[in-house]
């Protein structure tokens, strides 16, 4: 069938902030169906609240809305675009489950909006248990024994009936949040009534465990003709019982026979026809026992996911555009294969590589492990192509960034600590470093099969790191000839690895490589296994001789290097910057090379650069590329610290950085120098100091003063940082940070209490320099820049204090030589302007301000690097006048995954937690902070019970934010402390029990959700715990929480915007035209 | 463990050097390259392999060892194996010994620790080529001379290497249980198989759907066949060039004179094709894996589909009773054709798949059906896919 005619609009959601679950994965997807849609003539609105996205970007829909995706606004939006269709297969569960919720409302059928993708009915089926199971029996599929409930009354019997270990699984919640495994009845009652809590349907389904069965995923698309094709089969290597998106996985599938496998297929073919998928895409997962080879259906995901995303960069087929063009009705068979261009898309990959991916941890973020279970708890991923599982698993594992050059040891003190029993336990309950447990195990002599009893690891994969043991030892033994390196080289070994184990340095190795002639090769990922011939430039590195990499002869050729895994600190913001850069420079008639890892982003989408290198961004790897691509330069700035880290060796190796030269960018990491720098300039700063050992650090932080704020040296994301407020807190920390560094150094810098922290992006070519953004914190300065809300322009700063910012950020940006972006932070205490931290690089916040002004930085900095001026790239006078204010506010907020991690206290920091962020665009700043607040989840109250507890440094503030909620007709409730202190001036409010006064107490009122609101700021060093209940059963209550004076003093000022009116929508495209400049 | 030294020379003089990883010798064949992710075993043990050496692109072979259900016949008649690596520990429940062990006891030369890839791109880009593989001479210059010494598959009978030398009856079903057979059959169809090389999965196939099932060697006369009284005739896959098949084209004349219900399978649709008139011609380097698309003219649908075949038949060369049913989408190659006016259908591919999807098993029905009304049942089944 042809595309439908019928329709002319469609409304495409996006999946909002990245959370853990819902990653940059769901920008690729949308980005890439908007795209195909788009070609086929369809007018397409989007709603997307994150910023920080590819498919927000005004040129791709007709209509971009960064609103909140709540039904309430989505409805609005129907209202007035009127779409024809909803395509919400797109957007993650997010989208699902609030196209069901449009449904459910009636507003589809109110305004005669189509589902397509996914009728209401398929995705009703494969989300709610109950009528899964059901489905599936009727087609004759086997499923683990299961039981639905929604309280706890018979959960005994259950227990029984099922056998333990049980699994808990709470309907319609992304990445399984809120479910577990439990052993015992106790942790079985535990786990329930969390689930309950978490499941917005209250209703959670208890299971047979199919723990260390085998698990599968098939990533499978039909269309309305009842054409069916599997797309890739991945296996995992984490058996079931760890969350498949925190599970090491391998495509294709490897250890099955073709009758398995194919049986497999048989029953996923049949699981999508009953549930009635027939124009989309879907993840259909398996377990296998892998004593029997008994096969259950796990689950079935009736839209593009992460899996998928994951399928499409492993294989070439890009599911999402295929899903969004089966949704206006083409069926497979009438598209073609891109890669190919002859064949059609209606047939199933072949790959002759293999896939691993391998996701990433921040758990040192939240001090505390978790062990692996079916919540994904990861919050990035890497993917690596190879020959053999060997190379391309060593290939992840170094492209992770977590310091392993591959399948290497943890340090020897840590596992020397783990005795038998210890090391027996880690085998049996997984943690984030479960493989390096298993490659001590069987440094200890332990079997593969033995591993495999205690792990449920298949033997296969235990015998190929045995393999990798066993050669590792090879090259410890023998003598190194051109040989013996090579077949290191085919099984992935890096030149790290290699010198490591043979004592010599990396370059070292690597010059004997050069030597013998031992490099790269580069092959195609090309869907057909070479069957036919492949006109996309997508290739991966290995050592297997034939390179079909040609060398473009084109004379203009840039590199940009990505940003590798997502981790908390460096996100999609930074993939966004690179996919800009390159787009920028493809305007100006550049040939592109794009070097990253991670599978989930629009960058590693084949075609958006003129050549993408899928590898590890190692010095070695990337090396690899330049030399096979010579290309003019290459561009550092773009991918966050990842590439930065690089520029040293690259430069040294006669790389050309093209930009902010590597000299700069070492000034402005040097402390020292940089002070230096700041004086000449009359740029003030917190007094700092260096120290290289624990007595070291008592002296430098007693000679600033009390607080300090101290941190290592070279940090992402604030990783470690802390604001310590006397000696025991500077012993205690440089105890920890000085055992744990090779290099240990901390840099100590005074603190400065309740000031205001600002954020600035800047642009510059080396002779001019643009101040694009000076967005203002909400939160003070203590609290990380990433994890701070912040509204554009700023709301309290006078001009006077803007006009330094700017003054002193140009003549900062000319003393650095700056060539394309810059981000400063500041504070500003008792009307002195600080200067924080310079990071001559694209940051976090480049997204948000080129959504807010219209002027896309990245791109403006893309072509100021290839050597344009930039007064030809800015609307005209700009330069001149500096930005007009714009007409409207925008504030960013950020969203914690507090939740994932049971038992963390939801409070901020210097060390950054958020995931992601959203952007709200509104009229003034109150509005912008309120839809702010909705679109990350936690609508404002307008009215209700207010809860409020705060530090005595807050009192003062507390009485205007007291007030003005009385005001707001808000009623309050306080403990004894801060009831006396309102009574006290003259502020009615009721009383409740501090915890162990009596009963009920705060926490049960939080518990009975009695309350609207709860303002609760721990106070600075002590009697944190005693607000940590408070804070913590709010957030697993999901009671709106403000840990946070200043926020509290926005959220007041919010919610009084909020009464009386309801927020309104705007398009990116009726924005801009307001704005005193012309925007493209 | 020592590294026994392989290398594998092609006509044009390229020449790998890699790894013995099953028995040892010399084999001269034609080098085939097989697309296929999983199914080494059935590939191996595929008779229609017959003198060919099969380079597999995926590159790790051997994973799951080797199993006892899945063998396609009594032994490997291939001339070689070609991978990228060889797995020397399988993990399978269904394991019973590794490939590798296998190769060495069926007496099969291979190599691994070859770029297949770029072996696959010299095959796609000049064509099927012969080549051998040597574990004792290392000599490259030698080992050309004699490659191109060695007969080429052109006009070579291969079928009689690997037909059964009598007829024998066949009883086992696939292992699980397929939806939808077997078909409601008033009494057991005898079906005779003509064995070219035939794969148990297509024995297996009939057998699931309800079927007796009589094997009878290549050389059967059409007398021979038609006095062991069958319902219906199958003709088998096999390897090789149909054209010297000249016994086998008379014996299915005679089939279709009779007008038994006839079905063909890939060398079967080519003797088919031969018999009916037409003629077949040789693909540059064939079609051998699991992932073809294949459009049903008759319904408008895709199925994925399993194939091995380096000739082909020119459908323009047929009487006009003869139409084009299937159509690969990747070539458009002509896949499958029916007889207006006789009882008789072929494809070019393997409905029986093993290895592959089993998308096309609704074939199997559909000869079931042309059985079922030629019983006299009129409520034919319908063609339940997979």
Not at chain 1, 594 to 613: A, F, G, H, K, Q
Not at chain 1, 871 to 887: A, H, R, V, Y
Not at chain 2, 277 to 290: I, P, Q, V
Request: proline share 6%.
């Amino acid at each position: 069938m042809p595309k439908r005619t019928d329709i002319e609009t469609i409304l495409v959601l996006g999946s909002g902030p990245i959370v853990i679950g819902q990653a940059c994965e769901f920008d690729y997807s949308g980005t890439q169906g908007i795209k195909a849609l788009r070609e086929d003539g369809y007018k397409i609105v989007l709603i997307n609240s994150n910023p920080a996205t590819i498919m927000t970007d005004p040129g791709l829909s007709d209509r971009t809305y960064i609103e909140p995706l709540t039904p309430e606004t989505v409805e609005l939006i129907i209202a007035n675009e009127r779409p024809q269709a909803l395509l919400p297969t797109l957007g993650g569960q997010t989208a699902l489950n609030l196209a069901v919720a449009l449904a459910e409302r009636g507003v589809l059928e109110r305004y005669k909006v189509e589902l397509i993708g996914a009728p209401l009915d398929a995705i009703q089926k494969a989300e709610d248990r109950q009528r899964f199971k059901a489905t599936m029996q009727e087609i004759g599929l086997d499923l683990p024994k299961s039981r639905m409930l929604s309280d706890l009354s018979e959960l005994q019997s259950i227990a029984r009936e099922l056998g333990f270990p049980v699994v808990v699984r709470p309907s319609f919640t992304l990445g399984g949040t809120g479910g577990g495994v439990a052993y015992n009845l106790e942790e079985l009652r535990d786990k329930v009534h969390n689930a309950l809590e978490a499941s917005p349907v209250k209703k959670v389904l208890l299971e047979e465990s199919v723990i260390g069965w085998k698990e599968y995923e098939l990533e499978v698309m039909r269309d309305a003709k009842d054409n069916f094709v599997v797309v890739c089969s991945i296996e995992n290597i984490d058996p079931m019982g760890v969350h498949t998106g925190d599970s090491i996985t391998v495509a294709p599938s490897q250890t099955l026979t073709d009758r398995q496998y194919q049986a497999m297929r048989d029953e996923a073919r049949r699981a999508i026809s009953a549930i009635g998928v027939s124009t989309g895409g879907c993840n259909v997962q398996f377990a296998v026992d892998p004593r029997t080879g008994r096969r259950t259906i796990i689950e079935i995901n009736p839209r593009v996911s992460r899996s998928s995303a994951l399928a499409s960069k492993a294989t070439g087929f890009p599911i999402a555009k295929f899903a969004a063009k089966l949704a206006v009705g083409y069926t497979l068979d009438e598209m073609s294969n891109d890669i190919t261009k002859k064949t059609p898309a209606c047939f199933e990959p072949s790959i002759d590589y293999v896939v691993t991916k391998v996701p990433r941890f921040a758990f040192e973020k939240f001090g505390k492990e978790f062990p692996l279970d079916t919540a994904m708890k990861s919050v990035g991923e890497v993917m690596a192509c190879g020959r053999t599982f060997k190379e391309s698993f060593q290939k992840a594992l170094r492209g992770l960034e977590t310091g392993k050059a591959g399948f290497e040891d943890l340090p020897k003190e840590i596992r020397d600590s783990w005795d038998e029993s210890t090391l027996l336990r880690k085998l049996s309950i997984p943690y984030s470093d479960r493989l390096f447990v298993v490659r001590e195990a069987l440094r200890r002599g332990l079997s593969p099969a033995e591993l495999n009893r205690m792990t449920g690891i298949d033997a296969w994969f235990l015998d190929q790191m045995k393999d990798l043991l066993d050669f590792e030892a090879r090259l410890e033994a023998e003598k190194l000839t051109p040989e013996l390196l090579r077949e290191a080289k085919r099984q992935g070994f890096s030149d790290r690895q290699v010198a490591r184990l043979i004592g010599k340095k990396e370059s070292d190795v690597r010059a004997l490589r050069k030597r013998w002639d031992i490099i790269p090769s580069y092959k195609l990922v090309d869907t057909c296994a070479a069957e036919f011939e492949a006109f996309t430039p997508y290739y991966y590195s290995t050592y297997d001789g034939e390179s079909e990499a040609q060398r473009s002869k084109k004379a203009k050729k840039i590199a940009i290097l990505g940003s590798g895994p997502n981790r908390i600190g460096q996100g999609i913001e930074f993939d966004y910057a690179c996919v800009h850069a390159v787009q920028a420079l493809r305007e100006l008639g550049y040939e592109t090379v794009m070097v990253n890892c991670n599978p989930e982003t629009v960058s590693t989408d084949y075609d958006i650069s003129d050549r993408l290198y899928f590898e590890p961004l190692t010095f070695e790897d990337v090396m690899g590329v330049l030399e096979n691509e010579k290309p003019q330069g290459v561009i550092v700035q773009f991918g966050g610290q990842t590439p930065l880290n690089l520029t040293r060796r690259l430069s040294e190796a006669g790389v050309k950085i093209l930009g902010t030269s590597p000299k700069s960018t070492d000034l402005a990491e040097d402390r020292m120098r940089f002070g230096a720098v700041l004086k000449k300039l009359g740029i003030a700063a917190p007094a700092y100091g260096a120290a290289r050992s624990p007595k070291e650090a008592l002296a430098v932080a007693r000679r600033l003063g009390y607080p300090v704020m101290v941190r290592p040296s070279y940090v992402l994301g604030g990783r470690a940082m802390e604001v310590v407020f006397d000696d025991d807190g500077i012993r205690a920390y440089a105890a920890k940070a000085f055992a744990a560094s090779e290099h240990p150094e901390l840099f100590i810098d005074r603190f400065l209490s309740d000031a205001v922290e600002v954020d600035v992006d800047a642009v510059s070519d080396g002779v001019d320099v643009f101040v694009a953004g000076i967005m203002e914190h909400i939160e003070e300065a203590g609290v990380h820049s990433g994890d701070s809300a912040c509204t554009l322009p700023p709301h309290s700063i006078t001009p006077g204090m803007v006009e330094r910012i700017k003054t002193s950020t140009k003549r900062l940006a000319r003393e650095l030589k700056i060539v394309g972006l810059m981000n400063l932070q500041y504070a500003i205490k008792d009307g002195v302007l600080y200067l924080l931290e310079a990071n001559p690089r694209a940051s976090r916040t480049v997204p948000f301000v080129s959504k807010a002004t219209g002027l896309p930085l990245a791109k403006i900095a893309a072509k100021v690097i290839a050597g344009k001026r930039l007064k030809t790239l800015l609307p005209p006078g700009i330069l001149k006048t500096g930005l007009p204010d714009l007409p409207y506010a925008a504030t960013k907020e950020v969203v914690l995954p507090f939740i994932k991690f049971p038992g963390t206290d939801p409070m901020l920091g210097p060390e950054m937690k958020s995931t992601g962020e959203v952007m709200g665009l509104d009229v003034d700043f109150p509005r912008s902070f309120a839809k702010a607040q909705a679109a990350s989840g936690q609508a404002l109250p307008t009215s209700g019970l207010v809860f409020l507890s705060v530090r005595d440094e807050d009192k003062p503030h507390l009485l205007s934010v007291a007030g003005q909620l009385k005001q707001l007709g808000f009623d309050l409730v306080a403990t004894g402390n801060t009831h006396a202190f309102l009574t006290r001036h003259g502020i009615q409010a009721k009383t409740v029990f501090k915890l162990g006064e009596g009963k009920p107490d705060v926490v049960d009122l939080i518990k009975q959700r009695n309350l609207a609101l709860v303002i609760n700021t721990p106070s600075g060093k002590r009697a944190r715990s005693d607000g940590f209940s408070i804070r913590r059963t709010s957030l697993d209550f999901g009671v709106p929480i403000v840990t946070n004076i200043n926020a509290c003093q926005a959220v007041v000022r919010a919610v009084a915007a909020l009464r009386g009116t309801r927020l309104g929508t705007v398009a990116l495209q009726d924005l801009y035209p307001l704005l005193p400049y012309k925007v493209n | 463990m020592v590294d026994t030294p392989a290398l594998l020379v092609l006509e044009d003089g390229t020449v790998f050097s890699g790894r013995s990883c099953g028995a040892s010798g010399e084999r001269f064949g034609e080098l085939v390259f097989n697309t296929a992710l999983t199914g080494y075993q059935e590939v191996l043990t595929d008779p229609s392999y017959c003198g060919q050496i099969v380079v597999m692109t995926y590159p790790m072979i051997g994973n799951y060892g080797i199993t006892a259900a899945d063998h396609e016949s009594r032994r490997p008649y291939l001339e070689g194996f070609v991978v990228r690596e060889m797995c020397k520990h399988p993990s399978n429940w269904e394991s019973v010994e590794s490939a590798p062990a296998f190769l060495e006891r069926s007496g099969v030369p291979a190599i691994e620790g070859i770029d297949t890839r770029a072996l696959t791109r010299r095959l796609r880009e000049r064509g099927a080529m012969r080549g051998v593989i040597s574990t004792v001479d290392l000599d490259p210059k030698s080992l050309l001379r004699k490659v191109r010494l060695s007969p080429t598959m052109a006009g070579l009978d291969l079928a009689s290497r690997v037909t059964c030398e009598a007829s024998y009856p066949w009883d086992e079903a696939l292992p699980d249980a397929v939806r939808g057979w077997p078909l409601p059959f008033p009494l057991k169809p005898h079906v005779v198989v003509m064995d070219f090389g035939v794969k148990r999965g297509i024995l297996r196939s009939l057998v699931s759907l309800g079927c007796r099932v009589t094997v009878v060697p290549a050389l059967s006369s059409g007398e021979d066949i038609l006095a062991l009284r069958p319902d219906a005739v199958l003709l088998s896959n096999g390897p090789g060039d149909p054209e010297p098949l000249k016994e086998p084209i008379a014996a299915i004349r005679r089939l279709l004179d009779a007008r038994l219900p006839l079905f063909g399978i890939c060398l079967g649709h080519q003797l088919l094709g031969l018999a009916l008139g037409g003629k077949t011609y040789k693909l540059k380097f064939g079609h051998h894996g699991s992932n073809h698309p294949v459009k049903d003219l008759s319904t408008g649908r895709v199925e994925i589909t399993s194939q091995n075949h380096g000739f082909c038949v020119d459908l323009s060369s047929l009487p006009k009773e003869a139409s084009t049913t299937h159509v690969n989408l990747n070539d458009g190659t002509s896949e499958g054709l029916a007889h207006s006016q006789l009882p008789a259908f072929s494809v070019q591919y393997h409905p029986e798949a093993s290895a592959g999807p089993h998308d096309a098993r609704y074939l199997f029905t559909r000869f079931g059906n042309m059985l079922l009304e030629r019983m006299g049942v009129r409520a034919a089944a319908p063609e339940l896919r997979a």
